[in-house]
């Protein structure tokens, strides 16, 4: 079960792949972050975003799960507005 709520059929090939990659990170709480605001977001995100999106899905799950907790700074080429947008989805 990934805990997507969101189907894809409507998303081109790069917006899907992005999808699956949100929830299926290897961390179930970098899963929750990330799934939830693709689910919510993925659709509505400009080519500018989706490569901010990317490029924060390639960074590893216990880098991503300190900077999410502030247990360390985000490096300002990922302290976006993008990234501010996923940490005000966890209510932040």
Do not use: C
């Not at 990934?2 to 990170?25: E, I, K, Q, Y």
């Amino acid at each position: 079960m990934t805990g997507t709520t969101r189907s894809s059929h409507d998303l081109d090939p790069r917006r899907r792949r992005a999808l699956v990659r949100s929830w299926r990170r290897g961390m179930r709480e970098m899963d929750l972050v990330l799934g939830g605001f693709a689910d919510a977001e993925i659709d509505r995100l400009s080519d500018d975003e989706l490569d901010q999106f990317e490029a924060i899905l390639n960074v590893p799950d216990t880098n991503l799960f300190k900077w999410v907790t502030g247990e360390l700074p985000v490096p300002p080429d990922y302290d976006t507005p993008l990234w501010g947008r996923i940490i005000a989805s966890q209510g932040r």
